[in-house]
């Protein structure tokens, strides 16, 4: 019993949270926003056997870029064994992540979705699509990774996190664009969760607003402008930052800020890509990911 998923990484350029502990179940939570999914991200490969000597029922194993715990993998690996009995069976699990950890590329969201939807597939569990996302989406909020990626990832492509909460709760609505690229430089990580707590009356005064002019003029050179505003708004440029964000204007470039992290994206028509590239390769202490949107979303790989 064996399964591959992926799930592609998701940046957010502005958003709004909601994080009621009034309710008491962990879909309702989220966020409203803006962002996109691109082709990198996290594949997970899941392979069931029967437990032996084994001193747990599971192994975790990283490929790629590391992060600092698995409490999200385990968490969705939990909620799975809540479902049938499957206490003499042994999961070997491996994450290969393709995109840095911490930088704001929802990584966390991507590790719970694509190894919710292989768990599914290797278990044949049979569960309706939705009810796979919102186990990813719950591990996330339990484990105050995030707010709103799994949704957003979950529907892939560039999109407006319209109602907040988890897959069959919450609702985006996609944006088509012409063929772009997304050129990208992350520089340092960012806490997601120490950055929502201390800010979150900010965030959700201009995220809220930002929605809805974008709903109107669904345009992505105006989403990058309003990330930009989005960031300096609630304090994440740092001096690094400011001087590639002035040097791409001075280009006539648009760029945005991934939330939470030191990154700063492009969406751009292909043929600007060299320029982007040419500016970028300066900064030599950043990490430069090219790419494209990823329109599809989470997925079973089968190969």
Same mark, same amino acid.
């Given at each position: 019993?064996?399964?591959?998923?992926?799930?592609?990484?998701?940046?957010?350029?502005?958003?709004?949270? &909601?994080?009621?502990?009034?309710? @008491?179940?962990?879909?309702?939570?989220?966020?409203?926003?803006?962002?996109?999914?691109?082709?990198?991200?996290?594949?997970?490969?899941?392979?069931?056997?029967?437990?032996?000597?084994?001193?747990?029922?599971?192994?975790?194993?990283?490929?790629?870029?590391?992060?600092?715990?698995? @409490?999200?993998?385990?968490?969705?690996?939990?909620?799975?064994?809540?479902?049938?009995?499957?206490?003499?069976?042994?999961? @070997?699990?491996?994450?290969?992540?393709?995109?840095?950890?911490?930088?704001?590329?929802?990584?966390?969201?991507?590790?719970?979705?694509?190894?919710?939807?292989?768990?599914?597939?290797?278990?044949?569990?049979?569960?309706?699509?939705?009810?796979?996302?919102?186990?990813?989406?719950?591990?996330?909020?339990?484990?105050?990774?995030?707010?709103?990626?799994?949704?957003?990832?979950?529907?892939?492509?560039?999109?407006?996190?319209?109602?907040?909460?988890?897959?069959?709760?919450?609702?985006?609505?996609?944006?088509?664009?012409?063929?772009?690229?997304?050129?990208?430089?992350?520089?340092?990580?960012?806490?997601?969760?120490?950055?929502?707590?201390?800010?979150?009356?900010?965030?959700?005064?201009?995220?809220?607003?930002?929605?809805?002019?974008?709903?109107?003029?669904?345009?992505?050179? &105006?989403?990058?402008?309003?990330?930009?505003?989005?960031?300096?708004?609630?304090?994440?440029?740092?001096?690094?930052? =400011?001087?590639?964000?002035?040097?791409?204007?001075?280009?006539?470039?648009?760029?945005?800020?991934?939330?939470?992290?030191?990154?700063?994206?492009?969406?751009?028509?292909?043929?600007?890509?060299?320029?982007?590239?040419?500016?970028? =390769?300066?900064?030599?202490?950043?990490?430069?990911?090219?790419?494209?949107?990823?329109?599809?979303?989470?997925?079973?790989?089968?190969?």
């Amino acid at each position: 019993m064996e399964a591959t998923a992926f799930c592609p990484a998701h940046i957010t350029g502005f958003f709004k949270a &909601h994080l009621d502990e009034s309710l @008491d179940n962990f879909e309702n939570l989220g966020s409203m926003g803006a962002g996109f999914s691109i082709k990198q991200g996290v594949t997970t490969r899941v392979k069931i056997e029967t437990k032996k000597d084994q001193e747990s029922n599971f192994r975790i194993t990283i490929k790629g870029y590391q992060p600092d715990k698995t @409490d999200v993998s385990e968490f969705v690996l939990n909620e799975f064994l809540k479902i049938g009995e499957f206490s003499k069976k042994f999961f @070997d699990i491996e994450h290969e992540i393709s995109i840095p950890v911490g930088y704001g590329l929802g990584s966390s969201s991507a590790v719970a979705l694509s190894l919710s939807f292989a768990l599914d597939q290797a278990l044949e569990t049979k569960l309706d699509k939705t009810i796979i996302g919102q186990i990813a989406h719950n591990a996330e909020v339990n484990c105050k990774t995030g707010l709103g990626d799994v949704l957003a990832s979950f529907n892939g492509g560039f999109e407006i996190r319209v109602k907040p909460g988890a897959p069959g709760i919450g609702s985006v609505e996609k944006i088509l664009t012409d063929k772009i690229a997304v050129i990208m430089i992350c520089f340092s990580p960012i806490s997601t969760n120490r950055f929502i707590k201390e800010h979150l009356s900010q965030i959700n005064g201009l995220g809220g607003k930002m929605v809805n002019k974008l709903l109107e003029s669904k345009n992505y050179e &105006h989403f990058q402008d309003m990330s930009l505003e989005f960031a300096k708004y609630v304090n994440v440029m740092t001096p690094r930052m =400011q001087k590639l964000v002035n040097e791409l204007s001075e280009n006539n470039i648009k760029c945005g800020i991934a939330l939470f992290g030191e990154t700063i994206f492009s969406m751009i028509p292909k043929e600007d890509k060299s320029r982007v590239l040419e500016i970028l =390769q300066n900064y030599p202490d950043g990490i430069i990911i090219r790419s494209e949107l990823d329109n599809i979303g989470a997925r079973i790989l089968y190969n």
